[in-house]
């Protein structure tokens, strides 16, 4: 699995849109970008997924680059709850492989009033 | 709806001890998971089944870990003996299949300290 790279720690105010990098320069075409938040001592959520199309669901958007090297989760307007560790994930797409989300130390980001 | 359920929320223990954590996947859902997460290492996957039957343990740590997936709405997953360096929290998860579009959704987590 290609692997992401994500700043360690971001601030947003409260309202405002939270926009959060990842890279993931060695991707490969048949792999998937996933994004999982954890909120202080609860379980990884899921908030979305994306192959080379920008996604939008009710929780926040993706948008992914062209080349597909980096992307973007965007959070519209940030409350004081999306306060949480964002994991930004690439998921191989092989009958080998299923089913396995690799975590890495994802970026904590910190909405202030 | 009823998410993932995992129990007990927490779990104290002396080392030497047999722990137990039970997972409840989503009704309906085929594939379960188990991962560990500590401040040093992250989340780590475990163990996953399909069908009920383990697809692949290569992140269970040692041959005191084991899980079982009896039928298709139980999961276990023990410890014996447990150290102090299993405390952690353990996290089960399910999905409709393991294809890579297929969400994973993750229960609360078990709290374990072994002391």
């Known amino acids: 699995d290609a692997k992401t790279t994500q700043p360690p720690s971001m601030d947003c105010a409260e309202g405002r849109a939270a926009n959060l990098p990842c890279n993931h320069s060695?991707?490969?075409?048949?792999?998937?970008v996933y994004w999982y938040r954890q909120i202080h001592s609860q379980g990884p959520q899921y908030i979305i997924h994306?192959?080379?199309n920008n996604e939008t669901n009710e929780m926040a958007s993706l948008i992914i680059t062209e080349d597909r090297k980096s992307s973007t989760l965007i959070l519209p307007h940030a409350t004081l709850r999306d306060t949480a560790v964002y994991y930004c994930?690439?998921?191989?797409?092989?009958?080998?492989?299923?089913?396995?989300?690799?975590f890495g130390q994802g970026t904590t980001l910190q909405v202030k009033p | 709806d009823a998410g993932v359920i995992q129990s007990p929320r927490h779990e104290v223990t002396e080392m030497g001890q047999e722990v137990t954590l039970r997972c409840k996947p989503i009704?309906?859902?085929?594939?379960l998971f188990w991962y560990r997460q500590t401040m040093m290492r992250g989340l780590e996957l475990l163990i996953y089944?399909?069908?009920?039957?383990?697809?692949?343990d290569s992140g269970m740590p040692e041959d005191r870990f084991s899980a079982k997936m009896p039928n298709a709405s139980f999961s276990t997953l023990k410890i014996q003996p447990s150290e102090p360096r299993d405390s952690a929290v353990y996290f089960c998860?399910?999905?409709?299949?393991?294809?890579?579009?297929?969400?994973?959704?993750f229960g609360p987590g078990t709290r374990l300290l072994v002391l």
């Open positions: 998860a399910s999905s409709l299949g393991l294809a890579v579009t297929k969400t994973q959704y």
């Open positions: 060695t991707i490969s075409g048949n792999e998937y």
């Open positions: 994306g192959l080379k």
């Open positions: 994930i690439v998921r191989l797409d092989s009958s080998s492989n299923t089913g396995k989300l690799i």
């Open positions: 009704s309906g859902h085929n594939s």
């Open positions: 089944f399909n069908n009920n039957v383990p697809i692949d």
